[in-house]
């Protein structure tokens, strides 16, 4: 496959390094190339949007559907040995202190996921924020559903 110059720039420009393999020979056999496993810059990771991890009602623990967006993620902060901070959030269904207590035990759950499956605990920091910073309404059941959330950014 022929990669044009400048699409080899601008991911260059956009953080990834070390992705490529050359040949004067376009087309031949490949068994004499290296490949280097992408890294991405603190920047480009720092700018990645990550999914919310959703939970149900008076749940913490990560659910079972969410869990390969997670090792996708670990797999990132293992590659280029980078930083992730978790925060916790719940819907406003309940007394505030527990609903504070709730979000930061849904973040740390995401955290010793991540701890799982290899990541370094001194590179995850989590925050809760309780009810407070909802994302949507609290007025419906899809609402709620979607303030009941783990969000995750890569830092720099």
């Given at each position: 496959?022929?990669?044009?110059?400048?699409?080899?720039?601008?991911?260059?420009?956009?953080?990834?390094?070390?992705?490529?393999?050359?040949?004067?020979?376009?087309?031949?056999?490949?068994?004499?190339?290296?490949?280097?496993?992408?890294?991405?810059?603190?920047?480009?990771?720092?700018?990645?949007?990550?999914?919310?991890?959703?939970?149900?009602?008076?749940?913490?623990?990560?659910?079972?559907?969410?869990?390969?967006?997670?090792?996708?993620?670990?797999?990132?902060?293992?590659?280029?040995?980078?930083?992730?901070?978790?925060?916790?959030?719940?819907?406003?269904?309940g007394a505030y202190v527990y609903n504070w207590k709730l979000s930061e035990r849904r973040a740390k759950a995401v955290k010793a996921y991540l701890v799982s499956k290899g990541c370094d605990s001194t590179r995850i920091a989590t925050t809760e924020f309780g009810e407070t910073h909802p994302i949507a309404s609290n007025k419906t059941a899809e609402g709620r559903q979607k303030n009941r959330r783990a969000e995750m950014k890569f830092a720099l």
């Open positions: 496959m022929r990669v044009h110059r400048n699409t080899i720039l601008a991911l260059i420009l956009a953080g990834v390094t070390g992705l490529f393999a050359f040949s004067a020979n376009p087309g031949r056999s490949i068994k004499n190339k290296t490949y280097y496993p992408a890294k991405l810059s603190s920047t480009a990771l720092a700018a990645m949007k990550l999914k919310n991890i959703e939970f149900g009602f008076d749940k913490e623990g990560v659910p079972e559907n969410r869990t390969s967006e997670l090792d996708k993620v670990a797999k990132l902060m293992i590659d280029n040995n980078a930083s992730i901070k978790i925060s916790g959030y719940a819907d406003n269904v």
